[in-house]
């Protein structure tokens, strides 16, 4: 089964921790990187760049109008994208906790272009 | 047939045969697995182009064999380096083997290889995946297609299921009699996985997939060949052969799913209906009754009704009754109430459902939303049948199944 691991991060969060502390946290995910691709679980990983290269761009008076940065309000932003393929949801879920730590971590599964009929 | 083709047809005939020999005469499954793998690779390329050796097994066997004392080789020069020990004498002596040397106990090493790569110790993607490549032949590439994933991963999760395999402890030998049946069953498992793999992705973007369930109905076929008394074998064999002759009729030509009802039965495939009939009534008839033999005689009787409303509705009923008691499990128990729902009316059907609710396992999956969609709508109401075709269109994660759940749904409005 196949799933996208969303991790939302807050960059104020971030760039305040202590050097070491940081450090930690690159270090789990990497090894968790390793660890997937040595099991053979391990897709693809996209890292975003900082919030403040995006552009965000919906539709004002009929036209699609640019803004800066992501929607409004929240601080927390996607920070990067896993794509998996584990036995099934527990795993994933499994795999969402370890990438925890300052970082909310959103788990969905992708569509398939087969299915049964009914 | 091309050339490639019929190479290539041969080549994936040969693979479990040369990997059987190899292992015989080396041990070490893990390194002959790799030895082979290439000599296919290179067989793939010259046989084409230069034509097929006198005897193709033989060739595959030494080329094999050759990459094999490499790679021992290289193995024992390295470990001398770094352990200093004093040389030992090569113990290479390879001679190229008879053409077919070890041919009569190559239908013995097919099935052995069957229950290794089908080993207990790894999880189902594992075993389905080193049974693709070192039983049936095809190279990682191949079964990283179908499984849409990098070839780099599908590779890695080859070679960690040989290191599962090898920490198992497992060796190159038949499993023992008191674990056979267990261990069959298991083989069986990972057939019916690749083949489903392959029938649900019979259209659309990812043909590739489709192939997988030629494949598994391949290796099913040499099961059968080399266990004719084995009931279960032939009642998988038959289910598959009942199932993929409907695959012409079940989706359109834009991807979409046709369901069983509204199927064009003048386009499945006839002989392979028949095939599949003859082999479950003949087998019904000698072996002990399993749940693949009961599910082959299910689309047995489907397969045998000219219009959907001749399906002989009372007799799946029966099936199921049996099924459900050999075998329970809440997909048998959805499938039952279907049934059920047919032959005594959508409210009996509902009222097995709900049994299914409190069982939890169920709980929230897209197909028990389908059937009671289904079986709502049956039975008139359609605002209830609405509701659960779009939260069965909601749940599942397949694009057509949506696709198709939504358009009930549309169906529906006021």
Request: aromatic share 4%; glycine share 6%.
């Given at each position: ?118 | ?44 390329v010259?046989?084409?182009r ?78 389905v ?48 009699v ?9 083989v ?84 392979a ?22 599910q ?64 939890g ?14 079986l ?6 359609p ?5 659960h ?8 994660t ?17």
């Amino acid at each position: 089964m196949k799933y996208v691991v969303l991790i939302y991060s807050n960059p104020a969060t971030w760039g305040a921790l202590p050097a070491g502390e940081a450090d930690r946290v690159i270090r789990v995910h990497n090894d968790l990187i390793d660890e997937l691709t040595g099991s053979g679980e391990f897709l693809n990983i996209y890292r975003l760049a900082h919030a403040d290269n995006a552009r965000t761009v919906a539709l004002r008076d009929g036209v699609p109008a640019v803004t800066d940065g992501p929607f409004g309000e929240s601080k927390e932003v996607l920070a990067s994208l896993w794509e998996i393929d584990v036995e099934g949801l527990d795993r994933a879920l499994e795999i969402a906790g370890v990438l925890t730590p300052y970082a909310t971590v959103e788990v969905r599964p992708l569509m398939d272009a087969a299915g049964m009929e009914m | 047939m091309s050339g490639a083709g019929r190479v290539e047809d041969l080549l994936r005939e040969l693979a479990p045969q040369v990997l059987g020999a190899l292992v015989r005469r080396h041990g070490q499954f893990d390194l002959c697995e790799d030895a082979v793998q290439e000599a296919m690779l290179a067989a793939a390329v010259q046989w084409p182009r230069a034509g097929v050796p006198e005897h193709p097994r033989g060739w595959l066997v030494t080329v094999a064999s050759r990459r094999m004392t490499d790679q021992v080789r290289a193995e024992r020069a390295r470990r001398r380096r770094e352990e200093t020990v004093a040389a030992r004498t090569p113990a290479d002596a390879l001679v190229a083997p008879g053409p077919d040397a070890d041919l009569p106990s190559a239908a013995d090493d097919t099935l052995t290889l069957l229950f290794l790569c089908c080993h207990p110790a790894l999880s189902p993607a594992s075993q389905v995946a080193l049974t693709l490549r070192a039983v049936g032949g095809l190279t990682t590439a191949e079964v990283a297609a179908a499984f849409l994933v990098p070839e780099a991963t599908m590779a890695q999760r080859i070679s960690r299921a040989k290191q599962t395999i090898k920490a198992a402890g497992a060796r190159f030998a038949p499993p023992p009699v008191e674990e056979r049946a267990d261990r069959l069953r298991v083989v069986l498992q990972v057939l019916y996985l690749i083949f489903n793999e392959g029938y649900a992705a019979s259209s659309g973007p990812d043909l590739q997939r489709a192939e997988l369930t030629t494949e598994a109905i391949r290796l099913a076929r040499e099961l059968h060949r080399l266990l004719p008394d084995g009931g279960e074998v032939a009642g998988l064999l038959a289910l598959m052969l009942l199932t993929d002759a409907r695959r012409p009729a079940r989706t359109l030509p834009d991807g979409s799913l046709v369901p069983l009802a509204s199927q064009d039965r003048s386009r499945w495939d006839a002989a392979a209906i028949a095939e599949g009939v003859a082999l479950v009534t003949a087998t019904l008839a000698r072996a002990p009754i399993g749940p693949y033999q009961l599910q082959a005689a299910i689309a047995a009787v489907h397969d045998e009704a000219a219009r959907a409303e001749d399906t002989d509705w009372p007799q799946i009923l029966v099936l199921y009754e049996l099924l459900e008691r050999l075998a329970p499990s809440p997909v048998v128990t959805l499938n039952h109430a279907v049934a059920l729902a047919m032959v005594r009316g959508p409210r009996a059907g509902l009222d097995l459902l709900a049994t299914l609710d409190d069982d939890g396992r169920l709980a929230g999956h897209h197909r028990l939303d389908a059937v009671r969609a289904h079986l709502l709508e049956l039975a008139g109401d359609p605002a209830g049948a609405r509701e659960h075709y779009r939260a069965a269109a909601r749940r599942t994660t397949s694009l057509p199944e949506q696709r198709y759940l939504e358009g009930r749904a549309g169906r529906l409005e006021p």
